[in-house]
């Protein structure tokens, strides 16, 4: 089993960027792909973007391409979620996700998720 825990999350202003983290623990996460979700008020979760295991990015969704750019750290057990250009329909909470698998890039694929962490954009 995998614990994963987020931060970074907050409060920011249309325009500003913000970098998330996600730390897992119980096990080495260096053979599996990760993933970033994300849930706005009132919707469904999302699948935003995912890295498989030798840090190629196979998922990034259209509403944040050219913004986000995922990136992990074996080393350190740990995956980024680089957010730039924030808009307020960013506005989420956002989820780490592990898959079992080496890769992965469907929002079914992926077995474990954090907690989250609450970022919201101000226009």
Known sequence: ???????????????DSLRLSC???GRNIGNNAMGWFRQPPGKERE???AVNWISTTT???DSVKGRFTVSRLNAQNTVYLQMDNLKPEDTAVYYCAASRFY???APNAFHYFGR?????VSS
């Open 59 to 61: 998922y990034t969704a």
């Open 103 to 105: 890769s992965a890039s």
């Open 23 to 25: 730390v897992a623990s």
């Open 116 to 120: 989250g962490t609450q970022v919201t």
């Open 47 to 49: 699948l935003v973007s």
């Open 1 to 15: 089993q995998v614990q994963l825990v987020e931060s970074g999350g907050g409060l920011v202003q249309a325009g």
